[in-house]
Structures are given as structure tokens and as C-alpha cells.
């Protein structure tokens, strides 16, 4: 069955620390998406970055890293020199081609979310 | 910005009180979503419609009723709640409703059931 796991519940940091946000997923499927999502306080979930599972190529956007690793199942997230408007909660999600709806209708699997708090 | 965007922001009703809540997509999508997202928890879907037909509807109670008058606009009307029902509920797009899409959200409306 499909699961994404965030161990992490809670994380706190002082600000200009790296953190890094662990996610491990589980799928039958040799084809799917993975997600990073941020939710400030406000409510809004914001979309952060999307990668295919044929694609374990790094990627780096400004202070975010995303560590794709197929062999351990996990996309980490590392956020560098941490900021205080980084605090909010981070929720990886994975969408499979053959999911619960044969693919033809997307279905995001959920982490818990990890609630990142970053202190001046 | 959002290209998203929900109304209210917040609503507080009665539970024998009809609303409704509203979401709007700019970015030329054809799949819309509803999202419930209780405190500490993820999102969880509640309906899909895709080019404007109800694609899923994940068993969700009659007091909830979707409509999606055309590709940029979805309602969720709200009847006879329970105090359970309170939660941040979310709206989404995507391109077309497939697997691959990303979705995109709204600030989220929430609500509390008195």
C-alpha cells in the first residue's frame, strides 16, 4: 500500500541553521510523483518543488535542497541558514500513476507533516 | 500571490444554518478540488471535478454538496453541520485531474461549527 512517512513531528532551530525534513515513501508502482508542500500559519498550502520518480538528479532552489534517493525510498529536504519565515509545517506527498483511481485521476498521499520552528 | 483564492476567510455558523463556501482559479485549470484539514493532520480529500463532472467524491456526508458552475468557480454548500465538521477546508486546482498534475492551493477558509 502506498504510505509517506515523516518521522519527525516537531523540529526546532535557531535561526541560520541547516535542518534537514526527512520523508520515506512507500509504493508498488515504478512510476509516481513526489511533493514538498509548506503550510505557514496562515493556512495556505504552498507548493514547493515536484520530481519523478525517473529523476534522482539533486535539486537545489536558493536556501532548499531536495535529496531524491530511489534506493531508501526517501526525499529529504534541507533548508540552509535558516530563517524565521521558514517556520511552518512541511508535508511531502506522493501521487502514483497506477493509484487507488488506475491513474487517471490524481490522488495525493499525505505525510503527518513535519512542524518546523525556527527561533531568532 | 495565489492564484487561488477562497471566500470567506472565516466562517462561523449554527448547525442548523445553510452556507457556502467559495473558491476561484485563474490559471486556466480544469480540475478543481476539496480539501478538510483538521488541526495536526493533512489534508483529506473530499471532491474532485474534472472539466467540470464530479470525478470522485470520497464518501463524503449529504450535508456536504459540491457544485462547479464552470472550470474557474467551486462551491461547497454546507447544511445541517456538526460541530465535527469544523476544520480548515481547502480548496485546490490542477491542469487536468491527472496523477502527474500539481496542485495548487487557496488560502483555505475556516470554519467553526457552533
Known amino acids: 500500500a502506498q504510505k509517506v512517512t515523516q518521522a519527525q513531528t516537531e523540529i526546532s532551530v535557531v535561526e541560520k541553521e541547516d535542518v534537514t525534513l526527512d520523508c520515506v515513501y512507500e509504493?508498488?508502482?515504478?512510476?509516481?510523483?513526489l511533493f514538498w508542500y509548506k503550510q505557514p500559519p496562515s493556512g495556505e498550502l504552498v507548493f514547493l518543488i515536484r520530481?519523478?520518480?525517473?529523476?534522482?538528479q539533486n535539486e537545489i532552489s536558493g536556501r532548499y535542497s531536495w535529496n531524491f534517493q530511489k534506493s531508501t525510498s526517501s526525499f529529504n529536504f534541507t533548508i540552509t541558514a535558516s530563517q524565521v519565515v521558514d517556520s511552518a509545517v512541511y508535508f511531502c506527498?506522493?501521487?502514483?500513476?497506477?493509484?487507488?483511481?488506475?491513474?487517471?485521476?490524481?490522488?495525493?498521499?499525505f505525510g503527518k507533516g513535519t512542524k518546523l520552528s525556527v527561533k531568532p | 500571490d495565489t492564484e487561488v483564492t477562497q471566500t470567506p476567510k472565516h466562517l462561523v455558523m449554527g448547525m442548523t444554518n445553510k452556507k457556502s463556501l467559495k473558491c476561484e482559479q485563474h490559471?486556466?485549470?480544469?480540475?478543481m478540488y476539496w480539501y478538510k484539514q483538521k488541526a495536526k493532520k493533512p489534508p483529506e480529500l473530499m471532491f474532485v471535478?474534472?472539466?467540470?463532472?464530479?470525478?470522485i467524491n470520497e464518501s463524503v456526508p449529504s450535508r456536504f454538496s459540491p457544485e462547479c458552475p464552470n472550470s474557474s468557480l467551486l462551491n461547497l454548500h454546507l447544511h445541517a453541520l456538526q460541530p465535527e465538521d469544523s476544520a480548515l477546508y481547502l480548496c485546490?486546482?490542477?491542469?487536468?485531474?491527472?496523477?502527474?498534475?500539481?496542485?495548487?492551493f487557496g488560502p483555505g477558509t475556516r470554519l467553526t461549527v457552533l
Open positions: 485546490a486546482s490542477s491542469q487536468v485531474g491527472g496523477w502527474a498534475d500539481t496542485q495548487y
Open positions: 509504493t508498488r508502482d515504478t512510476t509516481y510523483y
Open positions: 520530481r519523478n520518480s525517473f529523476d534522482e
Open positions: 506527498a506522493l501521487s502514483e500513476a497506477g493509484g487507488v483511481y488506475g491513474g487517471s485521476q490524481g490522488n495525493l498521499i
Open positions: 490559471m486556466g485549470h480544469r480540475a
Open positions: 471535478y474534472s472539466y467540470e463532472k464530479l470525478s
